[in-house]
């Protein structure tokens, strides 16, 4: 066994390590005494380089990592530092820039899992480093050279929702030359804006907007849109996506492939049934406004607005953002169509962010409309007649007589919302709005590849929000879409059939849904598209035939016993 | 036509947009007035609500 073992290893070329160990600032170097680790690793069976940085991901830190790769003939790279959630595709371009093959580095995150959790303890953190640089270069002796994986792709996408957000993608992306199938709902594009009367207090309107935008698709030759459609299945990855849709009155669904997907089904304002003595005639809520301003029949002279009605509640604690603004535009087209009319809005907080808008809420008060703040434990109540509310200032109650009150509600998400989700496995909130990938930096991704979200779908979004979003979600997808191939990583499961009995055990714990039983050879096959590379059919399966790239037992188990 | 794109601003918008660009085949000349790209989020530590560290 030995001899088998050291003629494996005589095959092989000299383990060569070089371990970076980063600083992070003092978010590491603060809590942990780093030059100490640096000339621990130093020691450690196959390091033939260690070195310390102030940051690693610097432009001098990576110059750092490549020339230690030339100069030291390095094979295998550490390096110890934050997460590689966030770090690691980066450190891993640089040793394939310095021409080693980047799945032969790993990393060891001594900060999120170390100095940020000891940061009263510098020795036993200090050590704690140490063990985890160890366990870390004890499997990157293990690890092996991989390829990524390549795929094909369809160069088509599928837009969902013919709303602003929607018809903003669409034409961006068919501007690209990237050819569009777009499907509503309706049997009329334009979504919520045409309920809608205008778009500003100038009297900008919103159904010009809206046939200047459909004008712009139509005319595009790499179009298609199906009006009167929903989405009935779904099935296969990024790149290489199955659509099915049903249309109406069309007995034959609609069988579409196309390489990514954007989700862009929009919000629907509340129906505040119940609340504020909601009837829909003589209290209505701002949409319903919009549509007596479009259909000019509206004639109120006495005008109560309520605030956040149905929102930043218990049902509903979200802010829908919007709805100060569609309020107080709406106050000035009626005060600028009849100066005599009284408008009086009550609000908890105005929402006006932006320079204009702003200013368009001191426009509101120039032109005289009047604003009142309430409490949320004391909510106006809506009598026959008059509005009662508590006036903090004056101390007491106060009664203001109407003949119309309008109540602005927050947009809430779509009824089929959770069954888009569920259908598509693309998250969403507890409030069922539809989830991007990362709050901060990936916010018209979904965590599911090929598929994006724009506009009202995600949360509530003014006109000019459902607009970039959409442009922007377009150039998410060209950025897929503009290749002509899918490359992707290497670091997805393998099921040997030889040993594999078939029992299905993996596919039940696939969250991906990557892995299908081949009934020919009795196993299950992993969809390395599909595959994520999270590691629960390597733990579930009874017999070691699923294992994942990159953490095979034997390098897992270098790494355990060296702590 | 030439194909290369200029984008003035290092900060998320500058770096976001060049990494979008040259994901779809162009080549990118980002251009930074400071010394180092990241702009405002470079002098934030931690970003809510994940706690990723801002650089």
Known sequence: ?563 | MSRDILVIGGGIAGIQSSLDLAEMGFKVHLVERLPSIGGKMAQLDKTFPTNDCAI
């Open chain 1, 1 to 563: 066994m030995t001899d088998k073992m050291d003629e494996k290893k005589g095959g092989l070329e000299e383990i060569r390590i070089g371990i970076f160990i980063c600083d992070c600032g003092t978010n590491i170097a603060g809590h942990i005494d780093c030059s100490a680790v640096t000339s621990y690793a130093a020691t450690l069976p196959n390091v033939v380089y260690a070195k310390e940085n102030l940051y690693t991901c610097s432009e001098s830190g990576i110059a750092e990592i490549i020339n230690g790769i030339k100069q030291h003939n390095l094979n295998r790279v550490v390096v110890a530092s934050c997460s590689p959630r966030t770090h690691q595709p980066l450190f891993q371009s640089s040793c394939s820039q310095a021409g080693m093959n980047p799945y032969l580095f790993e990393m060891a995150n001594i900060r999120d899992q170390c100095s940020w959790v000891h940061m009263q303890q510098r020795e036993g953190g200090t050590e704690k480093a140490k063990d985890l640089v160890r366990m870390a270069a004890a499997k990157a002796a293990f690890l092996e050279p991989q390829k990524d994986i390549e795929a094909s792709l369809v160069a088509r996408t599928l837009v969902i929702g013919g709303g602003v957000a929607g018809l903003s993608a669409a034409e961006g992306l068919a501007g690209m030359g990237i050819e569009v199938i777009l499907i509503e709902q309706k049997s009329e594009l334009g979504g919520l804006l045409r309920q809608i009367d205008t778009l500003g207090p100038e009297g900008d309107k919103a159904s010009e907007r809206i046939s200047g935008l459909i004008g712009a698709l139509k005319a595009c030759p790499n179009v298609t849109i199906h009006t009167d459609s929903k989405m009935q299945d779904i099935a296969g990855y990024i790149g290489n996506y199955d659509v099915t849709i049903h249309q109406e009155g069309r007995e034959e669904p609609i069988k579409e492939k196309v390489g990514c997907i954007v989700v862009a089904t929009g919000a629907l304002p509340l129906r505040p049934e119940g609340l504020f003595g909601y009837n829909g005639t003589n209290v209505i809520t701002q949409i319903e406004l919009e549509q007596m301003l479009k259909n000019k029949s509206f004639d109120a002279k006495d005008i109560v607005m309520i605030q956040c009605a149905g929102a930043r509640c218990k049902e509903r604690q979200y802010c829908s953002r919007i709805c100060c603004m569609i309020a107080v535009k709406n106050a000035m087209i009626i005060k600028k169509q009849n100066p005599g009319a009284n408008v009086h809005v009550l609000y908890r907080d105005m929402q006006m962010y932006g320079t204009e808008k702003e200013q368009m809420l001191w426009d509101a008060r120039g032109m005289g409309v009047r604003f009142d703040i309430y409490d949320p434990d004391q909510p106006p109540e809506v009598k026959d007649g008059n509005v009662r509310f508590f006036q903090p200032l004056l101390g007491k109650p106060r009664d203001i007589s109407y003949d119309l009150v309008v109540l602005s509600t927050p947009m809430v998400p779509r009824e089929d919302a959770p069954n888009l989700s569920q259908m598509m496995r693309v998250a969403i909130d507890q409030n069922n709005f539809f989830m991007e990938a990362h709050a901060k930096l990936r916010p018209l991704d979904f965590a599911t590849d090929g598929i994006f979200v724009a506009g009202s779908a995600r949360y509530p979004a003014t006109v000019e929000e459902a607009r970039s979003q959409g442009l922007g979600v377009a150039s998410r997808v060209a950025t897929i879409l503009f290749k002509d191939k899918l490359v992707t990583s290497a670091i997805v499961a393998e099921i040997n059939p030889e040993t594999c009995v078939g029992c299905l055990g993996c596919q039940q714990m696939c969250p991906y849904e990557a892995i299908t039983y081949n009934p020919e050879l009795n196993a299950c096959e992993v969809n390395t598209i599909l595959c994520k590379g999270c590691g629960c059919c390597a733990s579930t399966c009874p017999s070691h035939s699923a294992q994942l790239k990159g953490f095979k037992p034997q390098q897992l188990l270098r790494q355990i016993r060296a702590v």
